[in-house]
T-cell receptor, first 108, second 112 residues
Framework: EDQVTQSPEALRLQEGESSSLNCSYTVSGLRGLFWYRQDPGKGPEFLFTLYSAGEEKEKERLKATLTKKESFLHITAPKPEDSATYLCAVQGAQKLVFGQGTRLTINP | EAGVVQSPRYKIIEKKQPVAFWCNPISGHNTLYWYRQNLGQGPELLIRYENEEAVDDSQLPKDRFSAERLKGVDSTLKIQPAELGDSAVYLC??????????FGPGTRLTVL
């Protein structure tokens, strides 16, 4: 069974303090690994898709990387507006399976 | 370009009452998904449509949940009768093919 585990569950940082979020996964036949951002009361917002180990994608202060067993979402010099829940999901042969998310809070 | 549209945004009902949610996907997206998201959890797939055909409904509680996608565009998800444990956010998503799903804002259901 496809499975996704995200850590930590919650992370509180000071503005400008860089860190990384982890997504560990097991999947039969990875077709894609996705990162989403979700703000309170809203649906998940698509950020990145990674397809193979070694691939990296960047967008503003965010960079996603992928290995055969995990993905990292690196956040560099975060700002308060980066506060949100970040969801990781893997697409296997059957369906998209989500992790429980990491709730990120950036204090000014 | 308009995103995925869902209505209503919020719904409060008594247990045993019926409820329905509506979704209009992004124009041109042939694949439509319904998810349920409990507080503090990631979304869980309920049903996936390819055009008008439900190709994955293995997680849909068929005794009380039903869904339809007429003409391969809009979709409706229904619960009858609702139970206390059905309180959650119901998300609709769409994609062109099987990757890069785009989500709507969701319907927050509260069952009293």
């Amino acid at each position: 069974e496809d499975q996704v585990t995200q850590s930590p569950e919650a992370l509180r940082l000071q503005e400008g303090e860089s860190s990384s979020l982890n997504c560990s996964y097991t999947v039969s036949g990875l077709r894609g690994l996705f990162w989403y951002r979700q703000d309170p009361g809203k649906g998940p917002e698509f950020l990145f898709t990674l397809y193979s180990a070694g691939e990296e994608k960047e967008k503003e202060r965010l960079k996603a990387t992928l290995t055969k067993k995990e993905s990292f979402l690196h956040i560099t010099a975060p700002k308060p507006e980066d506060s949100a829940t970040y969801l990781c999901a893997v697409q296997g042969a059957q369906k998209l399976v989500f992790g429980q998310g990491t709730r990120l809070t950036i204090n000014p | 370009e308009a995103g995925v549209v869902q209505s209503p945004r919020y719904k409060i009902i008594e247990k045993k009452q019926p409820v329905a949610f509506w979704c209009n996907p992004i124009s041109g997206h042939n694949t439509l998904y319904w998810y349920r998201q409990n507080l503090g959890q990631g979304p869980e797939l309920l049903i996936r449509y390819e055009n008008e055909e439900a190709v994955d409904d293995s997680q849909l509680p068929k005794d009380r949940f039903s869904a339809e996608r007429l003409k391969g565009v809009d979709s409706t998800l229904k619960i009858q009768p609702a139970e206390l444990g059905d309180s959650a956010v119901y998300l609709c998503a769409s994609s062109e093919g099987a990757v890069s799903q785009y989500f709507g804002p969701g319907t927050r259901l509260t069952v009293l």
